[in-house]
T-cell receptor
């Protein structure tokens, strides 16, 4: 089954801890993205990657870090420097090149800081 | 950056009713997508529609790129249509999607 998986579904973190959210895709997409959603709002881009070993900051990258060592994987680390990390995190992927690059989303991870 | 405005913010429908959701955007785009977010948070792709008209069952969408708006039509609404509908656009020479705030649709039996 082709798709995007995220784990865990729910994550609880104590203040001061770093946590890593997993995102894996088997769609053979080159580009991957991380978005954050706060209650009652749309999604905002944290980081994106167009190719392995390369990534760019989005609109709200402060307090987050990513890596892209494999085409299929794009983990997001929420560091202790992120002042308000409680949110719903969504990973997405798309093809690259040309004018067609529809984005597809994973099921999301809900992070709560205790 | 590009501004994306969706209207109305909330919509309450009786089962079987028709409705129109609107998305206005402030600049030229080369990608526009409509999504339905279900109660569990999953974003479901409805349409990839940078221009023109598409239909999928009871749903259809029209984008008039030159006038910078898109419309999503829901016909014969069902309770399973409830949720939040998002419009998202991608500007030329950019990679991210910029999202509107969404329209929350509630369909009552």
């Amino acid at each position: 089954d082709g798709g995007i998986t995220q784990s865990p579904k729910y994550l609880f973190r104590k203040e001061g801890q770093n946590v890593t959210l997993s995102c894996e895709q088997n769609l053979n997409h080159d580009a991957m993205y991380w978005y954050r959603q706060d209650p009652g709002q749309g999604l905002r881009l944290i980081y994106y990657s167009q190719i392995v070993n390369d990534f760019q900051k989005g609109d709200i990258a402060e307090g987050y870090s990513v890596s892209r060592e494999k085409k299929e994987s794009f983990p997001l680390t929420v560091t202790s420097a992120q002042k308000n990390p409680t949110a719903f995190y969504l990973c997405a992927s798309s093809t690259m090149g040309g004018r067609y690059n529809e984005q597809f989303f994973g099921p999301g991870t809900r992070l709560t800081v205790l | 950056g590009i501004q994306v405005e969706q209207s109305p913010p909330d919509l309450i429908l009786q089962e079987g009713a028709n409705s129109t959701l609107r998305c206005n955007f402030s600049d030229s785009v080369n990608n526009l997508q409509w999504f339905h977010q279900n109660p569990w948070g999953q974003l479901i792709n409805l349409f990839y529609i940078p221009s023109g008209t598409k239909q999928n069952g009871r749903l259809s969408a029209t984008t008039v790129a030159t006038e910078r708006y898109s419309l999503l039509y829901i016909s014969s609404s069902q309770t399973t249509d409830s949720g939040v509908y998002f419009c998202a656009v991608r500007e030329e020479d950019d990679y991210k999607l910029s999202f509107g705030a969404g329209t929350t649709v509630t369909v009552r039996a």
